[in-house]
């Protein structure tokens, strides 16, 4: 692959790049370099409203949900020129958060299965920013199993009714609507019996319980459903399909974090070459060069991964089950480096108080958020396997209840 920028490309990337400078909201640049990675809480407003509006105003532009068709609020843009705007849109980026799920997993799921009148309604208010998606998969009693959900979905007349629950569902406190994937029928093994369906998050007998975070966030959530009742036509895909339905979001969902996921290298790399510890600077220590050089590497490899998905989405491919080497690699560097900041700070690793600790308490923020990264979209376990089997070709796991009703499968373990 070649990384230069066509003539089309430079063209296009002077154009964003421009844009960007006469209509980014400014007043944020510092707040957002200057934010811990993973979730962001701004201090000088609310950041669900803020990304509303530069949502809105991208739109409006042109700009927003590049690689969309045009008929749904986006461009029709390559995915290389989805990369560029990236990276002109820089720090701004960030304040896409709210949207990257629906951009992500929920629209393109739509876009594959939904009824064309629901695309022509639903898409471009996600694109502008009207409406928040979010993702209703992981269960308490499920784990990394998908399919081993519980939440049940009961036929009556042209509409279907739902009960159970979900959690650690990113969002959906704001959400207007949500992908949620049901149980249909127990009778046959656990992949065979699941439905998917869209539903709207303001329904009756949705219960939304936000979930308190070690790092002081409440971004994910418990939702129970109470004899919800959904439309028929709010079903994505054939009835005991589900699984494929999921498939399409999954992987989307791993390409999209991997892609975006910030490992914290530039900013273990720029704190290195400031911070002095009792032998003098840090970057000095041979044993932090290595550390560095290490993470380089890494970086690098996850760089010209992506690239490669990139290459396989512009010949017209659905993103595979390499984009789980991503989110794997970069979920664990997040972890890695924050505590490795933190062993050089010593006892001062612990401060978080931004207006004393180093690096604004950045890094403990990062550890604190950490491990929600590596189970966010699949837990590393769940990567691995997918990695070995999928990509690598190596031999699947036994799985004892693979071919077993789902209702036949034991629920607790040998007395």
């Not at 019996?193 to 939304?208: A, I, P, Q, W, Y």
């Not at 510890?277 to 380089?296: F, Q, S």
């Not at 659905?318 to 664990?332: D, F, H, M, Q």
Request: charged letters at 25%; hydrophobic letters at 40%.
């Amino acid at each position: 692959m070649n990384f230069d920028d066509t003539p089309q490309e430079a063209a296009f990337r002077v154009e964003a790049r421009e844009w960007v400078a006469a209509n980014a909201p400014k007043q944020y640049e510092a707040e957002l370099s200057q934010a811990s990675l993973g979730r962001i809480k701004l201090k000088t407003g609310d950041m669900v409203e803020v990304g509303k509006a530069w949502q809105k105003k991208k739109f409006d532009a042109g700009w927003a949900c590049l690689s969309w068709p045009k008929a749904f609020g986006g461009r029709g843009a390559t995915p290389i020129e989805k990369v560029i705007w990236q990276q002109e849109e820089g720090v701004y980026g960030k304040l896409t958060q709210p949207f990257q799920i629906g951009e992500g997993m929920c629209g393109p799921t739509l876009m594959a299965f939904g009824h064309e009148e629901d695309k022509h309604r639903r898409l471009p208010k996600l694109a502008s920013g009207e409406e928040i998606w979010c993702q209703l998969f992981s269960e308490p009693a499920g784990g990394s199993d998908v399919a081993g959900l519980r939440t049940r979905a009961e036929r009556d007349g042209e509409d279907w009714i739902v009960n159970g629950q979900k959690i650690w569902t990113s969002g959906a406190h704001y959400a207007d609507y949500g992908l949620l994937i049901t149980r249909t029928d127990p009778n046959v093994p656990k992949h065979k019996g699941l439905t998917m369906f869209f539903l709207d998050m303001r329904s009756k007998g949705v219960e939304v319980k936000p979930i308190k975070q070690a790092n002081g966030m409440q971004e994910f959530n418990e939702v129970y459903f109470t004899d919800v009742r959904i439309p028929d036509s709010q079903r994505l895909g054939d009835v005991g399909d589900g699984w494929n339905v999921s498939l399409t979001t999954l992987m989307n969902e791993r390409m999209s974090i991997g892609s975006r996921l910030a490992t914290g290298f530039p900013e273990i790399f720029a704190f290195c070459n400031d911070f002095a510890g009792d032998d003098g600077p840090v970057i000095d220590n041979p044993a932090v060069r290595a550390k560095l050089a290490d993470w380089a590497v890494k970086s690098s490899g996850l760089k010209y991964t992506a690239y490669r998905s990139l290459s396989a989405l512009s010949k017209g491919e659905r993103p595979g089950p390499e984009n789980s080497i991503g989110k794997l690699v970069a979920g664990t560097m997040v972890q890695d480096i924050a505590a490795f900041a933190m062993d050089l700070q010593g006892a001062a690793g612990v401060v978080t108080d931004p207006a004393t600790a180093e690096a604004a308490g950045r890094f403990q923020a990062m550890w604190l958020g950490a491990p929600g990264m590596r189970i966010a979209g699949g837990t590393d376990e769940i990567l691995r396997n997918i990695i070995a089997e999928r990509v690598l070709g190596l031999p699947g796991d036994i799985r004892v209840d693979k071919n077993v009703p789902f209702n036949k499968i034991p629920t607790t373990g040998r007395g």
